[in-house]
């Protein structure tokens, strides 16, 4: 039997997933808290295995709570409710030792799904979430490489797409109608601005950093 506890400071939100732990017959509530000073006092009593935990609590916040949790019960598995899917409070509540991210619109399946997966070890994110997320990596990967690499220009660009997709100079010239010396400088400009010893590492690193999927 999986033992909850779920901390909100809006009582219908606690009363309507009550409502779904009751449809669940390897879960029991065992214990509800309106802020967090009141969910870990609610621990420091109560054996539980999973907490439902409101980010957005007034006086002891989720945040808080969850770090406050991590510390004194680490065995107790925490799934963040929000109505925000925003990345960095995504983070930051993984960091202080959240396993799950829920929408508060999540529907019954979902919410009893969450709890299954972080019980068993897992982490579960609600799909929102988890797009949230990614976009915000796509982005980070997008300012990694302008950071690590110089602005490389509309010839350059289509040169080194040639070059990955295996043309030879001559072929490369051919089609851009340019001339073979003018290949060659760019691929030499290539080479200085990706720190490439050689079209291989023009290859490699390319590939690596996804410069061609902008």
């Given at each position: 039997?999986?033992k909850?506890?779920?901390?909100?400071?809006?009582?219908?939100?606690?009363?309507?997933?009550r409502?779904?732990?009751?449809?669940?017959?390897?879960?029991?509530?065992?214990?509800?808290?309106?802020?967090?000073?009141?969910?870990?006092?609610?621990?420091?009593?109560?054996?539980?295995?999973?907490?439902?935990?409101?980010?957005?609590?007034?006086?002891?916040?989720?945040?808080?709570?969850?770090r406050?949790?991590?510390?004194?019960?680490?065995?107790?598995?925490?799934?963040?409710?929000?109505?925000?899917?925003?990345?960095?409070?995504?983070?930051?509540m993984?960091?202080?030792?959240?396993?799950?991210?829920?929408?508060?619109?999540?529907?019954?399946?979902?919410?009893?799904?969450?709890?299954?997966?972080?019980?068993?070890?897992?982490?579960?994110?609600?799909?929102?979430?988890?797009?949230?997320?990614?976009?915000?990596l796509?982005?980070?990967?997008?300012?990694?490489?302008?950071?690590?690499?110089?602005?490389?220009?509309r010839?350059?660009?289509?040169?080194?797409r040639?070059?990955?997709?295996?043309?030879?100079?001559?072929?490369?010239?051919?089609?851009?109608?340019?001339?073979?010396?003018?290949?060659?400088?760019?691929?030499?400009?290539?080479?200085?601005?990706?720190?490439?010893?050689?079209?291989?590492?023009?290859?490699r690193?390319?590939?690596?950093?996804?410069?061609?999927?902008?």
């Amino acid at each position: 039997m999986i033992k909850l506890i779920i901390a909100d400071d809006h009582q219908l939100v606690i009363d309507g997933i009550r409502l779904m732990i009751a449809e669940a017959p390897d879960m029991e509530c065992v214990g509800t808290a309106n802020d967090g000073q009141e969910a870990l006092a609610l621990l420091a009593k109560k054996q539980a295995d999973v907490l439902l935990l409101d980010i957005n609590m007034e006086g002891l916040n989720g945040l808080e709570t969850c770090r406050a949790v991590h510390i004194r019960h680490p065995e107790v598995k925490m799934v963040a409710l929000s109505m925000l899917k925003e990345p960095g409070l995504i983070k930051q509540m993984l960091k202080n030792g959240a396993s799950g991210y829920l929408l508060k619109d999540a529907g019954m399946d979902e919410v009893l799904r969450a709890v299954r997966a972080v019980h068993a070890g897992k982490q579960y994110f609600s799909p929102e979430v988890s797009a949230a997320v990614m976009a915000s990596l796509s982005a980070s990967r997008t300012t990694e490489k302008k950071m690590l690499f110089p602005e490389l220009t509309r010839r350059e660009r289509q040169v080194l797409r040639l070059i990955v997709e295996e043309y030879t100079t001559a072929e490369i010239a051919g089609e851009l109608s340019i001339k073979f010396g003018t290949v060659e400088t760019h691929r030499r400009n290539l080479l200085i601005k990706l720190g490439a010893r050689n079209t291989a590492g023009l290859v490699r690193t390319c590939l690596e950093y996804g410069l061609l999927t902008e």
